[in-house]
């Protein structure tokens, strides 16, 4: 078989152009598309947006509407580069008969917990009773900025020392979400993966 040098020798330059189109096109073709994959993925990795902080808010007739406030002062609070985002949601607790759709979310509550998609949860004494009697709650009295709380502490039904939940119906960032007289409790998920995004929350809430 001749080699490429030898199938040159007896063509013009413009057929010997031609041929060498033609033999690298394909080759040529090749690595632009490696490149192009190359480009978007380094692309995409480097914008991709890193979920810092996930919080449910579940209560009793709770809107996304009363959850914008809260969204807006902890993205303010938290965020530091602009891959970085905080998501709120709100979950109407109410039960089955006003809210035909409570089972469905509250079986996607659930699993996102397990998938470690939810990091806190804002939650009234009706959920807050159910969360705790599972035992899968953070203990908050290894987060020290709690050391000085003044508010109603909440205990595990298994061992008085461990806190599970805090009182924050006070705090006055949370008011578009508290309705008078009730109580509000912080509560972080035991298998919590962003203990740093769970820290900025606290201390946006005690200060």
Do not use: C
Not at 107 to 135: M, P, T
């Amino acid at each position: 078989m001749k080699s490429l040098k030898e199938q040159l020798q007896t063509l013009t330059l413009k057929k010997k152009l031609e041929y060498l189109f033609e033999y690298y096109s394909f080759h040529a073709i090749g690595a632009i598309i490696v490149i192009i994959v190359l480009v978007m993925t380094i692309h995409s990795f480097t914008n991709r947006q890193e979920e810092i902080l996930s919080v449910r808010v579940v209560k009793e007739g709770i809107t996304t509407e009363q959850t914008k406030e809260l969204q807006i002062l902890l993205e303010q609070s938290l965020i530091k580069s602009d891959n970085e985002i905080v998501s709120i949601e709100a979950i109407n607790s109410s039960d089955t008969s006003n809210n035909p759709n409570a089972f469905v979310t509250n079986q996607k509550l659930a699993a996102e917990i397990a998938a470690k998609e939810v990091d806190v949860l804002l939650i009234d004494e009706n959920a807050f009773r159910q969360f705790n009697e599972e035992g899968n709650l953070y203990d908050l009295s290894k987060i020290q900025a709690f050391d000085n709380w003044q508010t109603s502490k909440y205990t595990s039904p298994t061992n008085s020392a461990t806190i599970t939940g805090i009182d924050v119906s006070k705090v006055p960032y949370l008011t578009s979400i508290v309705a008078n007289g009730e109580s509000l409790i912080f509560v972080v998920m035991a298998n919590t993966e962003r203990i740093n995004g769970v820290k900025g929350i606290v201390n946006f809430l005690v200060n």
